[in-house]
């Protein structure tokens, strides 16, 4: 079964300062990741993915996050963490094949104080 | 920039009572899912719906639990007979690809409260 742990419920950090939300996966088989943003009243946005390829995926808002199979993360980063930046983070893990469902961590808090 | 529409916001029902809860995925779109969230828990699937079928449902989606796409442009999830366990945030989404690597795009949510 897949599953997703997102160790963190609340991350604080400084405007200007590197941001980083953690999320490690169990799947059995190859997986594609997913981090999403959750802004208040708002639905879940999709940031980023990891499909194949280089383990340093770039997203939106300035976004990154790295693939590390050997550990099971997919850590997202920020260079230069926003007050605009504060908001709920879901990773998603979901199998390679077929029409299977996004499964979620259960999100972490972002709050970046100026 | 196409979005997926979710009404109403918030619904407050009296336990025992129907509801339905209205989505309108991407126009283009043929993947439509549904998934909830209790308040503090995990975002968790319910089902997953293509070619006017249910394509995988989890252990939550029980008999009390039904989606169909009237017409062309709405995906609905009824509860037949609500139980306070049932409030949660419910969110719909869509997607244009059968395959893992697709990412599904999401509604706002409807927040629905059972007293």
């Known amino acids: 079964a897949q599953s997703v742990a997102q160790p963190e419920d609340q991350v604080n950090v400084a405007e200007g300062n590197p941001l980083t939300v953690k999320c490690t996966y169990s799947?059995?088989?190859?997986?594609?990741l997913f981090w999403y943003v959750q802004y208040p009243n708002r639905g879940l946005q999709f940031l980023l993915k990891?499909?194949?390829?280089?383990?340093l995926v770039k997203g939106s808002y300035g976004f990154e996050a790295e693939f590390n199979k050997s550990q099971t993360s997919f850590h997202l980063k920020k260079p230069s963490a926003l007050v605009s930046d504060s908001a709920l983070y879901f990773c998603?893990?979901?199998?390679?094949?077929?029409?299977?469902?996004?499964?979620f961590g259960k999100g972490t808090r972002l709050s970046v104080i100026a | 920039e196409p979005e997926v529409t979710q009404t109403p916001s918030h619904q407050v029902t009296q336990m025992g009572q129907e509801v339905i809860l209205r989505c309108v995925p991407i126009?283009?779109?043929?993947?439509f899912y549904w998934y909830r969230q209790i308040l503090g828990q995990k975002v968790e699937f319910l089902v997953s719906f293509y070619n006017n079928e249910i394509s995988e449902k989890s252990e939550i989606f029980d008999d009390q639990f039904s989606v169909e796409r009237p017409d062309g442009s709405n995906f609905t999830l009824k509860i037949r007979s609500t139980k306070l366990e049932d409030s949660a945030m419910y969110f719909c989404a869509s997607s244009d690809g059968f395959a893992g690597n697709t990412e599904a795009f999401f509604g706002q949510g409807t927040r629905l409260t059972v007293v």
């Open positions: 799947v059995s088989g190859n997986p594609y």
């Open positions: 998603a893990v979901r199998l390679l094949s077929g029409n299977t469902p996004l499964v």
């Open positions: 126009s283009n779109h043929l993947y």
């Open positions: 990891y499909i194949t390829g280089d383990n």
